[in-house]
């Protein structure tokens, strides 16, 4: 069984100076604050590291170095030749090859866990202008009815009357400040 030994270093060993199955605790000179830390195999011929934060932030780094970026290729068989290994954006400058885009061009998601390509946006829709006739499930009515109930929504043809009929202190309802007879003045019969 081999023993394993602990070296405090201010340098990494190499060459004849690695000691078989010896962890090396080296002192970073930039900050020394920090260490790193070495095996050596059970021969001396090779050292092993544990990963620094630099190394972290490489991995880091490369892992999502496509996610702020975004590639650009001409039409949708460009598109369709590339050979992700990671997910990234696209745009595709002329996406017209795409059944759901009638012209110009269109920004593409690759999802590579479904190996499917998602749109999430396209030229046709920005710089959108409705138009009343290609609106779907409209009201039947035109926009110059709509315009006009709109403008009439408050005004009547007997609003003169209708601004007469009020309430007295009784609550019962008066026209032009006279109460309103709503019960049988006689009931002889």
Not at 20 to 33: F, L, P
Not at 38 to 47: K, Q
Not at 72 to 87: G, H, K, M, Y
Not at 107 to 128: C, F, G, P, Q
Request: no cysteine; aromatic share 6%; charged share 15%.
């Amino acid at each position: 069984m081999a023993v394993i030994k602990i070296s405090k270093e201010t340098a990494v060993p190499s060459g004849a100076s690695i000691v078989a199955n010896t962890i090396y605790v080296v002192s970073v000179s930039a900050d020394a604050s920090k260490m790193e830390i070495y095996m050596a195999n059970s021969t001396g011929t090779a050292l092993r590291r544990i990963p620094t934060d630099s190394d972290i932030q490489t991995l880091i780094d490369a892992s999502v170095s496509s996610v702020g970026s975004i590639q650009v290729v001409d039409d949708i068989s460009d598109r369709n030749a590339l050979s992700p290994t990671q997910n990234i954006q696209v745009l595709v400058i002329d996406a017209s090859g795409d059944p759901t885009v009638t012209s110009g061009s269109a920004t593409y998601v690759y999802r590579l866990s479904t190996t499917t390509w998602i749109k999430t946006s396209e030229y046709e829709s920005i710089d959108v202008t409705l138009e009343w006739a290609n609106i779907q499930n409209k009201p039947t009515s035109t926009v110059a009815q709509i315009d006009l109930s709109v403008t009439n929504s408050h005004t009547h043809s007997n609003k003169t009357e209708l601004d007469l009929i009020g309430q007295d202190s009784d609550g019962d309802m008066t026209y032009n400040g006279s109460k309103v007879a709503n019960e049988y003045t006689s009931t002889s019969w």
